[in-house]
């Protein structure tokens, strides 16, 4: 599919999921108003950017048959260091024990393959503020402890960092605050922002007064920036 013409679909799609998701939700009964909200807009962001990698793997050039997605989760077990540095004997002989069932868990939310070799994962929000940066760049930083080589990527529709993440420019300068926690972690975090315009509690995009298009142009700059990180596996 041409990717102009992919490109109009998926502002098509967000324009029906964003605008039609309100009243889905005002009129469920089954589920709470923001459990709807927030997994329609999650969903939606999980489908822009595995289409805008599809979309940047084209731009390269590169064989459909080579991309691929997973949906694995990760187990990160307790590491036994610090099982052994417990100094209360029975907390560590309960562990102990127990081994098999201390591990943490993660599922990236999109994880692109090339030659069924995991190369990039993706967390994609429907918004970010510092909070949840900080469990992004923890969650990454377990991920390359077996993928050293994995390149690491949020995409949001809004952002809440603060700097001028939201500005959309071809140069990001960031925030005092994302800059800093960045400084503490050995990852090259690539965000790509959506939407223009910094988020506000308040102006929830899928209320019709408050409303954000998705401009094609934005779409185009992702997968460009996609493919730029996809460059060396061509």
Known sequence: MPTEETIKEIV????????GIDS??????SRAYG???????????????????????????GSPDRLSFLHTTFKFPIKKEYVNKIANP???????????????????????CIDKKLVMGIECKAYTENAMFKRILVDFTLLKLKYPRLGCVLVQLESQLGGDYSALKDVTLGSPSTN???????????????????????????????????????????????????????
């Open 12 to 19: 098509s799609a967000y324009e029906v999921v964003v605008k």
């Open 180 to 234: 800093t926690l960045l400084s503490y972690f050995d990852i090259d975090l690539n965000i790509i922002t959506l939407l223009k315009g910094e988020r506000k509690v308040d102006e929830p995009i899928h209320k019709a007064q408050y409303y954000k298009p998705l401009m094609e142009d934005s779409l185009f700059k992702a997968a460009n920036c996609i493919k730029d990180l996809l460059k060396e596996y061509k």
């Open 35 to 61: 459990g709807i909200i927030r997994a329609g807009k999650g969903k939606l962001v999980e489908s822009i950017a595995q289409n805008i990698t599809e979309i940047g793997w084209n731009l390269l050039g």
């Open 90 to 112: 029975v907390i560590k002989k309960y562990i102990t024990d127990n081994i098999d069932s201390y591990y943490y868990k993660f599922k990236p939310d999109v994880q692109i």
């Open 24 to 29: 889905q939700a005002q009129e469920s009964t």
